[in-house]
């Protein structure tokens, strides 16, 4: 990914809420499963950790939910992450309306 696009992405993500929170109990199986279902439905997405709580740094939280969920963290700024995986099933509609 470029830095254009991942500054693409970021603006595009300035205005969402953070779906889900890294606390106390760090990075479980649940929170993965629910961000890929999330990555799956959305393609972008933003996490929040509780800096006060959480066992594990943001940084350390994104590289590891990125590589559980197969997608791309566009930025770590505090405690907000931001995930990106394209989904190609989101985008059908837009290259039926092309090719016309």
């Known amino acids: 990914m470029t830095?254009?696009?991942?500054?693409?992405?970021?603006?595009?993500?300035?205005g969402l809420?953070?779906?889900?929170?890294v606390g106390k109990?760090?990075?479980s199986d649940a929170l993965?499963?629910?961000t890929d279902d999330a990555l799956?439905?959305?393609?972008?997405i933003k996490i929040k950790v509780l800096l006060e709580t959480s066992p594990?740094?943001?940084?350390e939280v994104a590289a590891c939910l990125a590589e559980e969920t197969n997608s791309e963290c566009?930025?770590?700024?505090g405690g907000s992450?931001?995930?990106y995986r394209y989904n190609p099933e989101l985008h059908k509609d837009e290259k039926k309306g092309k090719s016309r």
Not at 40 to 44: D, F, K, P, Q
Not at 56 to 59: G, H, N, R
């Open 74 to 77: 566009v930025g770590v700024v």
């Open 25 to 27: 109990g760090g990075i």
């Open 17 to 21: 809420q953070p779906l889900f929170q």
């Open 40 to 44: 799956t439905a959305r393609e972008l």
């Open 3 to 14: 830095s254009k696009e991942r500054a693409r992405l970021r603006g595009q993500a300035n």
């Open 32 to 34: 993965i499963k629910q």
């Open 81 to 83: 992450m931001i995930f």
């Open 56 to 59: 594990q740094k943001p940084k």
